[in-house]
């Protein structure tokens, strides 16, 4: 079976830092992605790991543990128009295609 | 301007009603996707389609069908038999179907159905 974490919601303050943590337990993985969605609006692609490390572009940065089931989305220098929410999704291996589990996303709140 | 299409963006609909959403993508893709979002919540799969002519069940097919008679196009009819069709219903498409490393899925703007 598949099961994503995510916290459900954060506010931070317009220039600060988040961390969004994202925990999986999946019968098989191939890869985590990060998505952005404002409300009411298609999920954009940010970033993708496959292989353990840091992934970095430009205020954004993603995380990958694959031994502790473990990602994390980091943004720095939030902007107001960051307020969005933030989408982890694992893709498994075994199913066919190119099919992804989504947690249940993330909704951060950035105030002035 | 290569891109996925969803229309309508919103849809109204009497209770007992079968209703369409259609999905239109010209990004050449293979694989193409349903997924049903309801407030607060992440997406899940409702049917996917890897070539033309053939679909698989997600994780929430019952009182959904769909159909891949072209390549460009998946669309999505809710049933009667959906016990709660009120959602916002989002389509997606991607490049490979065998899960290449790095292709992800593009989706496109969505279709908010409300059924009365």
């Known amino acids: 079976g598949q099961n994503i974490d995510q916290p459900t919601e954060m506010t931070a303050t317009e220039g600060a830092i988040v961390q969004i943590n994202c925990t999986y337990q999946?019968?098989?993985?191939?890869?985590l992605f990060w998505y952005q969605q404002h409300a009411g609006e298609a999920p954009t692609f940010l970033s993708y790991?496959?292989?353990?490390g840091l992934e970095e572009k430009g205020r954004f940065s993603s995380f990958l543990s694959r031994s502790k089931g473990y990602s994390y989305l980091l943004l720095k220098e939030l902007q107001m128009k960051d307020s969005a929410s933030y989408l982890c999704?694992?893709?498994?291996?075994?199913?066919?295609?190119?099919?992804?589990?989504f947690g249940g996303g993330t909704r951060v709140l950035v105030k002035p | 301007d290569g891109g996925i299409t969803q229309s309508p963006k919103y849809l109204f609909r009497k209770e007992g009603q079968n209703v369409t959403l259609s999905c239109e993508q010209n990004?050449?893709?293979?694989?193409m996707y349903w997924y049903r979002q309801d407030p607060g919540q992440g997406l899940r799969l409702i049917y996917y389609?890897?070539?033309?002519?053939?679909?698989q069940k997600g994780d929430i097919a019952e009182g959904y069908s769909v159909s891949r008679e072209k390549k460009e196009s998946f669309p999505l009819t809710v049933t009667s038999a959906q016990k709660n069709p009120t959602a916002f219903y989002l389509c997606?498409?991607?490049?490979?179907?065998?899960?290449?490393?790095?292709?992800?899925?593009?989706f496109g703007p969505g279709t908010r159905l409300t059924v009365l």
């Open positions: 997606a498409s991607s490049p490979q179907t065998s899960g290449r490393a790095g292709d992800t899925q593009y």
């Open positions: 999946t019968s098989g993985f191939n890869g």
């Open positions: 790991n496959v292989l353990d």
């Open positions: 999704a694992v893709r498994d291996p075994r199913a066919a295609g190119n099919k992804l589990t």
């Open positions: 990004l050449n893709h293979d694989a």
């Open positions: 389609s890897q070539i033309v002519n053939d679909f």
